[in-house]
């Protein structure tokens, strides 16, 4: 240790380090160290005193090689249970590793260390409850939260932070004084506090940080800043007010600045502000407001933060506080006279009142001021009102987050993204325990909400009504939302004035509703007319019906079932659509109903054709998915005659030629498996089982049509749960037995199906399958006709890769031996074809500059690369040559040969070059000529007089050359070669 300390010492001169050097003094320092390490936790405390102040020592030199080695052994003695050993020498040790931290030069890996030390030594000190620990947290949180600058070190040092932060911001300690505090809105009396103490030395040091600041700081400071406002809560207000003022300036500042985007972080340090402190306390610091004398307003900029981060607020504060500052806002937009500025004042107001929403989430006060909401809401609920849309959002938002008691369905987007952050993680289980209502306060928060119900739902049942069809759907879905709540008789009676209103009922005489209805409507004249709007008035009510269905009781959905038998009786599928819906929430809103009026609607659908409208067939199968389910739930024992009638249908939608119908009904057997499957009934795994039974009897079906049906949907379950193979052991033997008929139609499905299979399922799971999957696919590969040997050939590829080539070859018959060589080479083949292409790229390159440098003509390429008519005739000649070759292998001889055919040609080129002899030159630049040349009456090919071209094939398969090579440069066969060119000539002219 003594060595090491001469080493390292500031005023050590060279010589005597080149001595320790050369006697291998760094080697035993080292060794003793590490030995140190392994012995430390076993010594006594006075020993491990002795060891820690030599090593103190050399910590204390900034350029010592063995700073590492000495941090790791500061670790171990600190993770010692006893505090005795930091006690003593905390603040020299901590000033030591401050120090160190300071020194940019240091390497950023020892600076992390020792800022880890730092934060071991102040949560040994805190755990111990020493005097005058919080007199070292300025300093230890002062020299980490400088790491936050470096992106090497910001991420580590963030973490570092919050483990403090948390450390002293503990919610079992700081509850007393934090009711203390938020009761008498004032925190003198909490000065004396360690703990609250401890939490403003801490704001303090982020105060100093962001105030040194020149411009806003950077993602992870103010990640830190968001963490500590999240932390503290409410007590942020009390401690943290001059940074969130700080923060305020900057936003300030950054307005109609191009760079205001990047105010993103910026803005999510405010909005955990508005978590932490509440929209109440936030405004007090931070008011909006707009001046009377000239117009201009202050902080708007928070408007957006409000939305979007306010949460467990109150509606008194939203009805005393925002709708004021609304008014006011629209009280200046009517007294400027720039118009401008007035629309922009309008556009504040509108904002404000737009903030309603966010005060339904989670509010702390439903019971006590919705009545008083209500009252504020009803005069706002008309054609053309502005926040129409806000309050059917926030109507909806108050009422299901009653009924559904999971807190994470309210909570916006921006406060998910913000708790999702790895520092925010620990915050955020217990921010969503907070924001979920008790049962208790739930049932007390509907009772509030259903005296004024009624009031509400007739509302904005006359705006449904009165207003565009733009607004239906939300507007349809608060209707739905408070008719949940609402009397039954109060529903009754809405829907009754509404079919008097369209003159479609009388009194009691609801179930009448269509009763002029006919299948023939009026063509021409006044009577279409009429008639038009009399169905536009049916669909209205008929929405509106739909909405009022889960509030009803017993007789009302018998008069709405009515309404729906009556309304399938109309000849259009527009009107049909609406009924389908009514049907469908009918049968899954209402048990009771489903199981006693079960045939019934079985009867109605059965009765009415399927429709070609997809609104209509998905309503329709959604139908068909709660009854089968039903179905198969309650008829264990015995086969259900209705259940089949209900699978044709849906196994005939899978070969419609219409795509969105066979993704319809695709959808409705994967929610019907999906049910089935994830039900805690214990039963559900019985019928999920009868379900596939029952698909499969379809495969022994009529058709050709029906069986491929089945096949298709089984191929859809398999995809979805592979389960189901063992589920169902006879399923994947029964569809390969197909294979063995003649229809076109099921070999193609049944090879789709084996594809999905080998694509889904692990090889462990193959292993079973494998010799009916091989055995069966492998004799359709001989036929090309409907892309069957491709299909056969992409299964068989899977099944190589999962299972091995020897083990398929083990299985197959000798008599596919060459098809699965080709299957093998082709796997083999495409990587190594991409990386031949991919070295050989620049040396094509390089050749084709050469050759362009060297005066050929880039048309003689063109001309031989485009045979025209004769092309097939040149392929089938190929073929003899490299027979049935792999696609990829039968390219790369193409290839071959022509770069063959290049290279006798430029060696050609080149004697005649050394020659001295321009006729050859003037032939190759001629060879364009013996491609096809266009002409009046078509393409001329060279293949078309192939008897006298005198081509003889290469003996290695390569291009065409001329027999006798000395005769075709004869300067005799280029004159002959020209005058049959100007005959040519000659002929076209006259043509």
Same mark, same amino acid.
């Given at each position: 240790?003594?060595?090491?300390?001469?080493?390292?010492?500031?005023?050590?001169?060279?010589?005597?380090?080149?001595?320790?050097?050369?006697?291998?003094?760094?080697?035993?320092?080292?060794?003793?160290?590490?030995?140190?390490?392994?012995?430390?936790?076993?010594?006594?405390?006075?020993?491990?005193?002795?060891?820690?102040?030599?090593?103190?020592?050399?910590?204390?030199?900034?350029?010592?090689?063995?700073?590492?080695?000495?941090?790791?052994?500061?670790?171990?003695?600190?993770?010692?249970?006893?505090?005795?050993?930091?006690?003593?020498?905390? &603040?020299?040790?901590?000033?030591?590793?401050?120090?160190?931290?300071?020194?940019?030069?240091?390497?950023?890996?020892?600076?992390?260390?020792?800022?880890?030390?730092?934060?071991?030594?102040?949560?040994?000190?805190?755990?111990? &409850?020493?005097?005058?620990?919080?007199? *070292?947290?300025?300093?230890?949180?002062?020299?980490?939260?400088?790491?936050?600058?470096?992106?090497?070190?910001?991420?580590?040092?963030?973490?570092?932070?919050?483990?403090?932060?948390?450390?002293?911001?503990?919610?079992?300690?700081?509850?007393?004084?934090?009711?203390?505090?938020?009761?008498?809105?004032?925190?003198?009396?909490?000065?004396?506090?360690?703990?609250?103490?401890?939490?403003?030395?801490?704001?303090?040091?982020?105060?100093?940080?962001?105030?040194?600041? $020149?411009?806003?700081?950077?993602?992870?400071?103010?990640?830190?800043?968001?963490?500590?406002?999240?932390?503290?809560?409410?007590?942020?207000?009390?401690?943290?007010?001059?940074?969130?003022?700080?923060?305020?300036?900057?936003?300030?500042?950054?307005?109609?600045?191009?760079?205001?985007?990047?105010?993103?972080?910026?803005?999510?340090?405010?909005?955990?502000?508005?978590?932490?402190?509440?929209?109440?306390?936030?405004?007090?610091?931070?008011?909006?407001?707009?001046?009377?004398?000239?117009?201009?307003?202050?902080?708007?900029?928070?408007?957006?933060?409000?939305?979007?981060?306010?949460?467990?607020?109150?509606?008194?504060?939203?009805?005393?506080?925002?709708?004021?500052?609304?008014?006011?806002?629209?009280?200046?937009?009517?007294?400027?006279?720039?118009?401008?500025?007035?629309?922009?004042?309008?556009?504040?107001?509108?904002?404000?009142?737009?903030?309603?929403?966010?005060?339904?989430?989670?509010?702390?006060?439903?019971?006590?001021?919705?009545?008083?909401?209500?009252?504020?809401?009803?005069?706002?609920?008309?054609? $053309?009102s502005f926040i129409l849309e806000k309050i059917a959002a926030s109507l909806k938002e108050l009422v299901n987050q009653n009924k559904n008691l999971d807190a994470h369905c309210y909570i916006p987007g921006a406060i998910r993204v913000l708790l999702e952050n790895e520092e925010n993680k620990d915050f955020a289980t217990d921010f969503k325990k907070?924001?979920?209502?008790?049962?208790?306060?739930?049932?007390?928060?509907?009772?509030?909400?259903?005296?004024?119900?009624?009031?509400?739902?007739?509302?904005?049942?006359?705006?449904?009504?009165?207003?565009?069809?733009?607004?239906?759907?939300?507007?349809?879905?608060?209707?739905?939302?408070?008719?949940?709540?609402?009397?039954?008789?109060?529903?009754?009676?809405?829907?009754?004035?509404?079919?008097?209103?369209?003159?479609?009922?009388?009194?009691?005489?609801?179930?009448?509703?269509?009763?002029?209805?006919?299948?023939?409507?009026?063509?021409?004249? &006044?009577?279409?007319?009429?008639?038009?709007?009399?169905?536009?008035?049916?669909?209205?009510?008929? &929405?509106?019906?739909?909405?009022?269905?889960?509030?009803?009781?017993?007789?009302?959905?018998?008069?709405?079932?009515?309404?729906?038998?009556?309304?399938?009786?109309?000849?259009?599928?527009?009107?049909?659509?609406?009924?389908?819906?009514?049907?469908?929430?009918?049968?899954?809103? *209402?048990?009771?109903?489903?199981?006693?009026?079960?045939?019934?609607?079985?009867?109605?659908?059965?009765?009415?054709?399927?429709?070609?409208?997809?609104?209509?067939?998905?309503?329709?199968?959604?139908?068909?998915?709660?009854?089968?389910?039903?179905?198969?739930?309650?008829?264990?024992?015995?086969?259900?005659?209705?259940?089949?009638?209900?699978?044709?249908?849906?196994?005939?939608?899978?070969?419609?030629?219409?795509?969105?119908?066979?993704?319809?009904?695709?959808?409705?057997?994967?929610?019907?498996?999906?049910?089935?499957?994830?039900?805690?009934?214990?039963?559900?795994?019985?019928?999920?089982?009868?379900?596939?039974?029952?698909?499969?009897?379809?495969?022994?079906?009529?058709?050709?049509?029906?069986? #491929?049906?089945?096949?298709?949907?089984? #191929?859809?379950?398999?995809?979805?749960?592979?389960?189901?193979?063992?589920?169902?052991?006879?399923?994947?033997?029964?569809?390969?037995?197909?294979?063995?008929?003649?229809?076109?139609?099921?070999?193609?499905?049944?090879?789709?199906?084996?594809?999905?299979?080998?694509? #889904?399922?692990?090889?462990?799971?193959?292993?079973?399958?494998?010799?009916?999957?091989?055995?069966?696919?492998?004799?359709?590969?001989?036929?090309?006709?409907?892309?069957?040997?491709?299909?056969?050939?992409?299964?068989?590829?899977?099944?190589?890769?999962?299972?091995?080539t020897a083990t398929i070859k083990s299985i197959a018959t000798e008599k596919y031996g060459n098809f699965l060589r080709t299957i093998s080479g082709n796997r083999h083949g495409k990587t190594s074809f991409k990386e031949a292409a991919t070295s050989t790229s620049s040396k094509s390159s390089f050749k084709g500059q050469q050759k362009r440098g060297?005066?050929?003509?880039?048309?003689?390429?063109?001309?031989?690369?485009?045979?025209g008519p004769g092309k097939r005739k040149w392929e089938r000649r190929q073929k003899s040559f490299t027979g049935n070759l792999p696609e990829e292998a039968s390219s790369l001889g193409t290839r071959k040969r022509k770069r063959d055919f290049n290279k006798k040609a430029d060696l050609s080129t080149r004697k005649s070059e050394s020659s001295g002899?321009?006729?050859?030159?003037?032939?190759?630049?001629?060879?364009?000529?013996?491609?096809?040349?266009?002409?009046?009456?078509?393409?001329?090919?060279?293949?078309?007089? #192939?008897?006298?071209?005198?081509?003889?094939?290469?003996?290695?398969?390569?291009?065409?050359?001329?027999?006798?090579?000395?005769?075709?440069?004869?300067?005799?066969?280029?004159?002959?070669?020209?005058? *049959?060119?100007?005959?040519?000539?000659?002929?076209?002219?006259?043509?």
């Amino acid at each position: 240790m003594s060595l090491a300390i001469k080493m390292s010492a500031p005023d050590a001169v060279d010589g005597f380090k080149d001595d320790c050097l050369s006697k291998s003094g760094p080697q035993e320092v080292l060794h003793t160290l590490n030995l140190m390490k392994t012995i430390a936790p076993y010594l006594s405390v006075k020993v491990r005193q002795k060891v820690l102040t030599q090593l103190l020592k050399l910590i204390s030199s900034r350029n010592s090689d063995l700073t590492r080695h000495v941090f790791d052994n500061v670790g171990v003695i600190l993770d010692t249970p006893k505090v005795e050993m930091v006690a003593p020498d905390s &603040e020299n040790i901590l000033k030591l590793l401050v120090s160190y931290m300071s020194c940019l030069e240091n390497p950023t890996e020892n600076i992390l260390v020792a800022a880890t030390l730092t934060k071991q030594i102040i949560k040994k000190l805190y755990a111990s &409850e020493i005097s005058g620990c919080s007199s *070292h947290l300025d300093l230890v949180i002062g020299s980490i939260t400088g790491l936050l600058t470096s992106e090497a070190t910001a991420l580590p040092a963030l973490h570092i932070l919050k483990e403090l932060i948390e450390l002293h911001a503990d919610n079992d300690k700081l509850s007393p004084i934090k009711k203390q505090m938020v009761d008498d809105n004032d925190a003198d009396n909490a000065t004396n506090n360690p703990e609250f103490a401890a939490v403003k030395s801490i704001c303090s040091v982020f105060n100093n940080l962001l105030r040194s600041s $020149d411009g806003i700081p950077n993602e992870h400071i103010l990640r830190i800043v968001s963490v500590l406002f999240l932390k503290l809560g409410e007590i942020s207000y009390f401690s943290m007010k001059d940074i969130l003022l700080k923060l305020a300036d900057w936003m300030n500042v950054s307005r109609g600045v191009n760079g205001a985007s990047n105010t993103k972080y910026l803005q999510e340090c405010i909005g955990s502000a508005t978590i932490a402190m509440g929209p109440d306390k936030l405004l007090a610091l931070l008011p909006i407001s707009v001046s009377v004398s000239d117009y201009s307003c202050s902080n708007t900029w928070l408007i957006p933060i409000l939305s979007k981060y306010v949460i467990q607020s109150t509606l008194e504060f939203f009805m005393e506080h925002i709708v004021p500052l609304a008014e006011s806002f629209q009280q200046a937009s009517f007294k400027v006279k720039k118009s401008v500025i007035g629309q922009e004042l309008q556009a504040y107001a509108h904002d404000c009142w737009g903030l309603l929403p966010a005060f339904c989430r989670g509010p702390t006060d439903i019971h006590q001021n919705f009545s008083a909401l209500s009252k504020l809401l009803v005069p706002f609920l008309k054609k $053309d009102s502005f926040i129409l849309e806000k309050i059917a959002a926030s109507l909806k938002e108050l009422v299901n987050q009653n009924k559904n008691l999971d807190a994470h369905c309210y909570i916006p987007g921006a406060i998910r993204v913000l708790l999702e952050n790895e520092e925010n993680k620990d915050f955020a289980t217990d921010f969503k325990k907070k924001c979920s209502y008790s049962k208790k306060a739930a049932e007390k928060n509907i009772r509030a909400m259903c005296c004024c119900s009624k009031e509400l739902l007739q509302a904005l049942t006359d705006v449904l009504i009165e207003s565009y069809p733009e607004t239906h759907e939300y507007l349809k879905e608060a209707i739905e939302c408070l008719a949940s709540i609402t009397d039954s008789e109060s529903i009754k009676n809405i829907l009754i004035s509404s079919l008097e209103r369209f003159g479609l009922a009388t009194g009691t005489e609801a179930c009448e509703m269509l009763e002029d209805s006919s299948d023939s409507k009026p063509d021409q004249g &006044e009577g279409g007319a009429t008639a038009i709007q009399e169905d536009a008035n049916r669909c209205l009510i008929l &929405e509106l019906t739909s909405c009022l269905i889960e509030g009803a009781n017993d007789d009302l959905i018998l008069i709405i079932f009515s309404i729906a038998k009556r309304t399938f009786e109309v000849n259009d599928e527009i009107v049909q659509a609406e009924a389908y819906n009514i049907l469908s929430r009918m049968l899954e809103k *209402h048990p009771w109903f489903r199981s006693l009026h079960f045939v019934q609607s079985m009867e109605l659908l059965i009765g009415v054709k399927s429709p070609t409208n997809i609104k209509s067939l998905t309503s329709r199968f959604s139908c068909f998915k709660t009854l089968l389910i039903h179905a198969l739930g309650e008829n264990m024992d015995e086969e259900n005659p209705q259940v089949f009638l209900i699978l044709n249908e849906i196994i005939l939608a899978l070969k419609e030629s219409n795509e969105e119908g066979r993704k319809t009904a695709y959808e409705v057997l994967i929610g019907i498996c999906s049910y089935l499957r994830n039900s805690s009934s214990p039963m559900s795994r019985e019928s999920y089982k009868n379900f596939i039974t029952m698909v499969m009897g379809y495969l022994s079906g009529p058709t050709p049509h029906i069986k #491929s049906g089945a096949v298709s949907a089984l #191929s859809v379950l398999i995809y979805n749960d592979t389960d189901i193979c063992q589920l169902v052991p006879d399923l994947v033997p029964s569809v390969l037995t197909l294979l063995q008929s003649k229809g076109v139609e099921i070999i193609k499905a049944v090879l789709g199906f084996v594809k999905v299979l080998v694509s #889904s399922l692990q090889s462990k799971d193959l292993e079973i399958f494998l010799p009916d999957i091989v055995n069966g696919v492998l004799p359709w590969s001989s036929t090309s006709r409907h892309h069957f040997r491709s299909k056969v050939s992409v299964v068989m590829e899977i099944l190589t890769r999962k299972c091995g080539t020897a083990t398929i070859k083990s299985i197959a018959t000798e008599k596919y031996g060459n098809f699965l060589r080709t299957i093998s080479g082709n796997r083999h083949g495409k990587t190594s074809f991409k990386e031949a292409a991919t070295s050989t790229s620049s040396k094509s390159s390089f050749k084709g500059q050469q050759k362009r440098g060297r005066g050929e003509s880039s048309d003689v390429q063109k001309d031989e690369s485009s045979l025209g008519p004769g092309k097939r005739k040149w392929e089938r000649r190929q073929k003899s040559f490299t027979g049935n070759l792999p696609e990829e292998a039968s390219s790369l001889g193409t290839r071959k040969r022509k770069r063959d055919f290049n290279k006798k040609a430029d060696l050609s080129t080149r004697k005649s070059e050394s020659s001295g002899s321009s006729t050859p030159r003037k032939l190759v630049k001629r060879a364009g000529e013996f491609g096809p040349a266009k002409q009046k009456g078509g393409w001329s090919s060279p293949h078309r007089n #192939s008897k006298k071209r005198n081509f003889s094939q290469d003996a290695r398969g390569g291009n065409r050359t001329p027999r006798n090579k000395a005769d075709s440069q004869h300067p005799d066969a280029v004159s002959n070669f020209s005058k *049959h060119k100007k005959v040519q000539k000659k002929r076209q002219k006259r043509q």
